[in-house]
Each structure stands twice: as structure tokens, then as C-alpha cells.
């Protein structure tokens, strides 16, 4: 049964994801919608909602975390952006490779920190050893790893780890 509540909650939690993301509410819209929604959730709900996770509170604080995660790497992004555009610019740019330990434990959020780091402009993911992610910064601020890890993961690791728990 528990499986059941686990793709349904996906299912509705990606039919609302889309019907915001595309703002169409016509039928062959909806339908595709339906349809990418329903084969998703084939794919991920044991992933999305763990265990007997869908009928406890718990499920409600994850798809929350997930929601501000969208738009705090979408802030970041906007803010990366800018900063590479500066550099670009100035030609004032100091490459690095740096390496930062993740705090997230599991094999998906960490892919999914590696992703949104790479989706960042002025950062590449260059490889992922267990817990350690290295990482090409166009403009190293500082070389030491504690402080390149608040300045470049803070923020997504925050959230991240709420959904990741």
C-alpha cells in the first residue's frame, strides 16, 4: 500500500511542478504533462519518498526543501552569471581546481550538489570521490578548502540536506 501513496504523491508533486513550470493548462499540454509525470514517478518514487515516508509528515518538509532548493539554484545561478560576465569582461580571472568535502551522504544528493554546481556559471564539476567533489573555479577566491566550500556549496548543501536527510 505504502508503495502506492509513495507514486501517487510523486505523480501529483510532478503534475504540479509542471502545470507551474509551463503556465499551459490546454489539453495536449496537460496530457503531456500526465504522461511524463506518470513515467517519472514510475522511475523515482522510491527514490523521491522513502519507506512509509508519504504518510508521514516528513514528506510535506522534503517537498518543501525541494521547492526553495529550485529557487535558490536559480538565484545562483542569476548571480554567477553576472560574476562571469564581470570577468569576461575585466579579464580578471584566477582558474582553479579545488577539492570540498561534502556533508551529504547520499549517492543522489551528492550527484544532484555536483549537477547544480556545474549548472552554476564559473564552476565544472571536474569528479566525485565518495564524499570530496573536485571543482574548477573560474575565479578562485581562496584555495583553502573550508572556506571555497562556504563560498561555492553553502547555499545548495543547505537545502540539499533537508531533502536528503
Given at each position: 500500500?505504502?508503495?502506492?501513496?509513495?507514486?501517487?504523491?510523486?505523480?501529483?508533486?510532478?503534475?504540479?511542478?509542471?502545470?507551474?513550470?509551463t503556465?499551459?493548462?490546454?489539453?495536449?499540454?496537460?496530457?503531456?504533462?500526465?504522461?511524463?509525470?506518470?513515467?517519472?514517478?514510475?522511475?523515482?518514487?522510491?527514490?523521491f519518498?522513502?519507506?512509509?515516508?508519504?504518510i508521514?509528515?516528513?514528506?510535506?518538509?522534503?517537498?518543501?526543501?525541494?521547492?526553495?532548493?529550485?529557487?535558490?539554484?536559480?538565484?545562483?545561478?542569476?548571480?554567477?552569471?553576472?560574476?562571469?560576465?564581470?570577468?569576461?569582461?575585466?579579464?580578471?580571472?584566477?582558474?582553479?581546481?579545488?577539492?570540498?568535502?561534502?556533508?551529504?551522504?547520499s549517492?543522489?544528493?551528492?550527484?544532484?550538489?555536483?549537477?547544480?554546481?556545474?549548472?552554476?556559471?564559473?564552476?565544472?564539476?571536474?569528479d566525485i570521490?565518495?564524499?570530496?567533489?573536485?571543482?574548477?573555479?573560474?575565479?578562485?577566491?581562496?584555495?583553502?578548502?573550508?572556506?571555497?566550500?562556504?563560498?561555492?556549496?553553502?547555499?545548495?548543501?543547505?537545502?540539499?540536506?533537508?531533502?536528503?536527510?
Amino acid at each position: 500500500m505504502h508503495k502506492y501513496i509513495r507514486f501517487v504523491l510523486t505523480f501529483l508533486s510532478l503534475m504540479i511542478f509542471w502545470l507551474v513550470l509551463t503556465l499551459n493548462y490546454q489539453i495536449p499540454s496537460l496530457l503531456t504533462g500526465i504522461g511524463i509525470s506518470f513515467l517519472i514517478s514510475m522511475v523515482s518514487c522510491n527514490y523521491f519518498i522513502q519507506g512509509n515516508e508519504g504518510i508521514h509528515s516528513r514528506f510535506f518538509t522534503t517537498l518543501w526543501y525541494l521547492f526553495v532548493y529550485i529557487f535558490v539554484l536559480l538565484y545562483e545561478m542569476f548571480l554567477a552569471s553576472l560574476d562571469v560576465v564581470y570577468r569576461v569582461v575585466t579579464m580578471d580571472i584566477r582558474p582553479e581546481i579545488i577539492m570540498i568535502k561534502s556533508n551529504i551522504k547520499s549517492d543522489l544528493g551528492i550527484l544532484l550538489l555536483a549537477n547544480s554546481i556545474t549548472l552554476t556559471p564559473g564552476t565544472i564539476t571536474v569528479d566525485i570521490e565518495g564524499d570530496y567533489i573536485y571543482i574548477h573555479w573560474l575565479y578562485a577566491r581562496t584555495t583553502h578548502f573550508g572556506k571555497a566550500a562556504e563560498i561555492i556549496i553553502t547555499s545548495f548543501e543547505k537545502w540539499l540536506g533537508g531533502i536528503f536527510k
